[in-house]
């Protein structure tokens, strides 16, 4: 009888051990997801309600150098988040290098954010496409996910000289054209 009843107890505690390695990661997962989700929800209406001051951030530029958003007050910022895995935000990039290059002298800037988490993979892509604007870095997500309750990329927003969000875009956008540069161009004379 205690023999039948040892198989018993390593049977189960094979069972509960194949349910943790199995199921308790794909449940949390599943729920992390739910309750970012949720969050993101949650704060959306009230984090992206038009004229809202952009949440200030430092980051890391690819030469180690501390940058914040608020160093660009007094200009119009197209804060964009990306990563070079990410085929859409790749295939932004051209655009918003022009976009940059045609209205940088006019008090207009691009800040790319990029969520990778190799700093080399990063430095290559930019040299690859010659990206002349600030690209900082975000590894651990901390602006990406808990300043700006992003949730999918490329994202990015629109930040007039006062600092406000005026607009925010998700997905993929065409940098070239006109109603964007008409809002930019709108915001640099404000």
């Known amino acids: 009888m205690n023999l039948h009843r040892d198989l018993d107890t390593t049977q189960a505690i094979r069972l509960i051990d194949l349910f943790f390695t ?5 449940v949390m997962r599943f729920l ?3 309750i970012s989700f949720t969050l993101v929800l949650s704060f959306s209406s009230r984090l992206y309600a038009e004229y809202r001051q ?4 430092s980051l890391n530029d690819l030469n180690g150098k501390a940058v914040k958003l608020s160093d660009f007050k007094g200009r119009v910022v197209l804060l964009n988040f ?7 935000c790749v295939d932004e990039m051209d655009g918003l290098n022009k976009a940059y290059r045609d209205m940088k ?3 207009f ?10 700093k080399k993979a990063v430095s290559d892509f930019v040299k690859l496409k010659g990206l002349e604007f600030p690209v900082l870095l975000d590894p ?6 808990d ?3 992003v949730f999918g990329l490329p994202a990015s927003f629109l930040i007039d000289k006062q600092g406000n969000i005026r607009e925010r875009y998700m997905g993929e956008e065409d940098w070239q054209d006109r109603s964007f540069t008409e809002k930019v161009l709108k915001l640099l004379n404000e």
């Not at 800037?109 to 190799?118: P, T, Y």
């Open 22 to 26: 199995v199921y308790y990661n794909k």
């Open 54 to 57: 952009a949440p200030d951030f």
């Open 105 to 107: 002298d006019r008090g």
């Open 140 to 145: 651990e997500k901390e602006v990406y996910f």
């Open 82 to 88: 990306w990563a070079t895995w990410c085929n859409v």
């Open 109 to 118: 800037v691009v800040i790319a954010v990029s969520i990778d988490q190799s």
């Open 32 to 34: 992390n997801i739910l």
């Open 147 to 149: 300043r700006y309750a």
